[in-house]
């Protein structure tokens, strides 16, 4: 099967397109490396150094793909306040180019969304620009018969997270922290509470979606447990600091993933206290 990965150099996409050459696919990843690294490549791959507008522009290049997976973006919530504009361009306008190339091809899109939806849609710039990219797709389903579904994500670690910069996720940074020998820096007094979701059930829900030919639906795709932040610092068993807390972040997130149960019959399996276990134990 031909699959077309935008963002494919990046954290899901890299552990998304290892699941699918392990199973036969051919695979093509669209990544403009603002923050894959070319340190993911997957042997066998064809990667493309471009920005997702060239999707709208030279059609021709993508033919006969069977599903597209549309992972790029620019994530986290505290570098969007600095950077609106490119957030939007990114997130909202690019998500319409991939959705206007999957209608013209007539191709199955799987859209990446985010928890911070249930946040508010105006809680930051991110959250606003991939709610609108959710928006666009459901304007391209129900005016230009867009095949796709939406997938959300809930706080994802595992291989291959970014550990260092604006946009890794707090699992990463802390073993950043770990090993340069650093403590723990928690935002906040530590009461917020986060459902972590490792990135091997994030791959599992995203496959089941075109292997159950899923479409039409939002699919929450989280853990269904949170844990407070320092409930995490105190797994990890190192000294933590505390440090003000950052603007636009929900106090909680939870996921309540009983569609993708039902519809996908996705379980997640994997818990955050283990995989702090086997890290601690490297």
Request: overall charge neutral; hydrophobic content about 35%; some cysteine.
């Amino acid at each position: 099967m031909k699959i077309l990965v935008t963002g494919g150099a990046g954290f899901v996409g890299t552990n998304l397109i290892k699941r699918l050459v392990t199973e036969g696919h051919q695979i093509t990843s669209i990544d403009n490396y603002s923050t894959g690294l070319r340190t993911n490549h997957i042997d066998g791959v064809r990667y493309l150094n471009e920005d997702i507008s060239f999707c709208y522009r030279d059609w021709a290049v993508f033919n006969n793909f069977e599903i597209v997976y549309h992972l790029a973006a620019i994530a986290r919530i505290q570098p969007s306040f600095k950077d609106p504009i490119n957030y939007f361009k990114t997130n909202a306008n690019g998500t319409m180019y991939i959705a206007e190339f999957c209608v013209r091809n007539n191709i199955p899109l799987v859209y990446a969304g985010s928890s911070s939806h249930h946040s508010g849609k105006l809680k930051n710039p991110y959250t606003f620009s991939k709610d609108v990219g959710e928006e666009i797709i459901q304007l391209y389903q129900e005016h230009f018969n867009l095949k796709s579904s939406i997938a959300r994500f809930y706080n994802v670690y595992g291989p291959y997270h970014l550990k260092s910069g604006g946009y890794c996720t707090l699992i990463g940074a802390w073993e950043k922290s770990i090993e340069n020998n650093q403590p723990l820096t928690i935002y906040g007094d530590g009461t917020k509470r986060r459902d972590f979701t490792h990135i091997d059930d994030i791959v599992d829900g995203l496959v089941k979606i075109f292997e159950k030919n899923a479409w039409g639906h939002i699919f929450e795709l989280g853990r269904g447990i949170n844990f407070s932040i320092k409930d995490i610092a105190l797994m990890f068993n190192r000294e933590f600091i505390f440090a003000e807390d950052k603007p636009g972040e929900a106090q909680v997130t939870l996921c309540e993933n009983y569609l993708a149960k039902l519809i996908l019959e996705w379980q997640p399996t994997k818990n955050i206290s283990d995989y702090i276990k086997n890290y601690l134990n490297k």
